[in-house]
């Protein structure tokens, strides 16, 4: 059974230091040297993660010399936002109740205080 490019993009980001790397890379584009440091991968692995990066659509790469530049790759990205925006309203919800919450509690505060 093939996978499906949801699935693919999920496996991705499963792992920590591939998320790593991703949010390097919110920073702006880096060299694969860069990554490796930052990270604390050895080249090779920070590679093999770019490149499991790469396909899965996340990233995406371009030769600057001798280096090779990675860069995220907005649609890819879409592709997890999409998903989980479904699941938004969930929390979303909680988080209005939470703030009307705490703006009664510091309305009866303030009102307590004046008295």
């Known amino acids: 059974m093939a996978m499906s490019a949801t699935g693919h993009v999920f496996d991705a980001v499963a792992d920590g230091s591939r998320r790593e790397i991703l949010d390097l890379l919110a920073e702006g584009p880096r060299a694969v040297g860069e990554i490796a440091g930052r990270t604390g991968l050895s080249q090779p692995n ?8 790469r396909e899965a659509g996340l990233v995406e790469a371009r030769v600057d010399g001798q280096r090779r530049i ?25 988080l209005d109740a939470l703030e009307r919450h705490l703006d009664r509690d510091e309305a009866q505060t303030t009102e307590t205080e004046d008295q």
Not at 46 to 53: D, G, M, T, V
Not at 70 to 94: D, F, H, K, N
């Open 46 to 53: 920070a590679s093999r993660h770019l490149r499991i990066l």
């Open 70 to 94: 990675y860069e995220l790759r907005p649609a890819g990205l879409a592709e997890l936002i999409g998903w989980v925006a479904p699941y938004q309203r969930l929390w979303q919800g909680s």
